[in-house]
């Protein structure tokens, strides 16, 4: 149910998608934070647009399992 969750897999995705990948803690350590920087307003936006359904739907299931 949390968007940040989405946002970990869109990150995780760019930093995969780097050429050339980053091979030490240092380098990956920067690429995080560029990608990071990188993430627009309208990402997260897209991320967290459908919480009022997302929750609406939980509550219906009593908190159980939900299509989201």
């Not at 560029?34 to 739907?57: A, G, M, Y």
Request: net charge negative; aromatic share 8%.
């Amino acid at each position: 149910m949390s968007p940040i969750e989405n946002i970990w897999q869109l990150l995780k995705r760019r930093i995969q998608n780097r050429h050339p990948r980053p091979t030490t803690v240092s380098a990956l350590h920067t690429a995080i934070y560029e990608e990071w920087d990188r993430i627009t307003p309208n990402e997260i936006l897209n991320f967290t647009s459908t919480l009022p359904e997302c929750v609406e739907e939980l509550l219906l299931h009593h908190g159980g399992h939900t299509s989201w």
